[in-house]
Structure formats: C-alpha cells, structure tokens
C-alpha cells in the first residue's frame, strides 16, 4: 500500500462508521450485509500500516468524539469550527504529518 | 424523500450512458472518474479504497441489472450521485447472479449537513423497482431521457 499516514488514517475512520452508523438501514433497504466480520479484518489489516503512536492518538481522541479525524475546510476545524493559521493548511495539504486542531486537538484533514 | 429531491442532485456532467469497463473494480473506477474530473474528491484512491471495502461487507449489486454502490468518505465535501449504464451488463456479485446494467455511486462526506445520505439511498432503490421504468433507465441514450425516465417516463 502506498497510501499516506492520514489517507490511512481517514479510510480507518470511513470503514469504522460504515460498521457502526448504516448496516441496520442498509439491511431493511435490502443491501447485503453478510461480511461484518471480514471487513473488521480488512480493518485491522490497514491499522497494521498505521504507527502505534498515531494509533494511540487516534483511540484516544475516539473515547471523546465519534470523529477523531475532521475536515478542513476554508481554514476552519470542522469538529470545533475554530479558525485555524493559514500556514497550517498549506503544510497540511502536502506533508506526511498529522496536525491536530489547538482547540479540540482532533486530527485535521484538508478536503479542499 | 421525493423523487424531484433526488433528481435535483443528480447533474449531467455526473452521468455515464456508454460504461466501457468489464470488471467490478474496473466499474468503481470509471463511476468515480467523473467526480476527479468535477473537482469533487481530494484523492480518487481513497474513495475507490472505501468503496471497495464497502463491497466486503456485502454486494451492492442489488439483483434486477441494478448495482448502488455507496459510501461515506472524508474524500468529498457533498454529496454526491454518478448514474452509469452499462449496455452490455457487467458481474457485481449481485445476489441474482444478474449482470449489473444500472449504476448509481452514491458518495457522501461523515458529516452530512441535511442527512441526506440514507434517505438518497432508500430513493434510489426504490425508484428502480418498477421494471418497466428500470428498463427505461437503462435504454437512455442520454441525460434528458434518463431524467425522465426516472421520474415516471
Ligand atoms: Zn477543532
């Protein structure tokens, strides 16, 4: 896998609401959802490529709020909505680093 | 929902009437194509990943030529639907073994600010039940006919 720490990070956080938040709608809509078990697995593999360190952050931050990763978007901390310095959106958008917000320190991801 | 609600998020530029690929991956592939060119997602890697991933949970290939594949990724700001038909019909693992002629890819950020994301898709599904205007969806040549087609014919 090529992919980078936060896009990682960020698919880990998609497939753990997509296991919590729309299985049961998505059954009465008539959808499939035999493979629980597999796409934990699936999980746990793409944690595997995640540093401990990062790992830990991200657990963390998870006993506090259901999203500890958050868009950002026009500089501002969607989790908290705090406006954030600009230099940090233009190292965030390319760097392999994780920032958190200052406020609410959750993980920041630069959609745009 | 209401069948215009849905109509109203779909756009022209999101729709594929001649899909080309073979191959499920090949599928999620070009759906979400369209979304890179619009501008819509920051990496087409990660929306294909969760996607696929989607897909071990369970087949979206819903049975009647019809498959909906769908998720909620930090990837894209909006909403978002891309309609793809397939002449030729492709294998999506659908629990009737039916090739998958109809596509709709559903996309939708975690924080969905009008919560549209279930409610888009029990309008999808619902809206392909009737078999006389699923096959008028799939014989669309183009955008005009299928939104036609789609809100009753
Ligand atoms: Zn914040």
């Known amino acids: 896998m090529t992919r980078n720490l936060i896009e990682l990070m960020v698919l880990y956080q998609d497939l753990d609401l997509m296991l919590k938040e729309t299985a049961e709608a998505e059954a009465t809509m008539g959808f499939e959802m035999e493979g629980r078990e597999k796409l934990r697995k699936a999980m746990d593999d793409i944690a595997k490529n995640i540093s401990p360190r990062f790992l830990r952050t991200y657990q963390r931050l998870h006993t506090r709020f259901k999203r500890p990763i958050v868009p950002v978007q026009n500089d501002v901390c969607l989790g908290c909505f705090a406006k954030l310095p600009t230099s940090y959106g233009e190292k965030g958008r390319k760097d392999q680093m994780i920032y958190t917000c200052e406020q609410c320190g959750r993980i920041l991801y630069w959609v745009e | 929902m209401k069948i215009n609600e849905l109509v109203r998020i779909l756009k022209p530029e999101l729709f594929i009437p001649g899909m080309q690929s073979g191959t499920k991956p090949a599928v999620l592939d070009e759906l979400v ?90 309008k999808v599904v619902e809206s392909v039940r009737d078999s006389k205007l699923r096959q008028a969806m799939i014989a669309a040549p183009d955008f005009g006919s299928f939104l036609k087609a789609i809100q009753g014919g």
Do not use: M, W
């Open chain 2, 33 to 122: 194509q369209p979304l890179v060119t619009g501008g819509f997602v920051r990496s087409k890697g990660l929306v294909i990943e969760t996607l696929s991933k989607r897909e071990t949970l369970g087949s979206t290939g819903i049975g009647k030529g019809v498959a909906v594949p769908h998720c909620r990724t930090l990837a894209v700001s909006d909403l978002h639907i891309v309609v793809g038909i397939s002449k030729k019909g492709v294998d999506f693992d659908a629990l009737d073994k039916k090739p998958a002629q109809l596509f709709f890819l559903i996309v939708a950020p975690p924080l969905d600010g009008n919560n549209l994301y279930l409610p888009v898709l029990g």
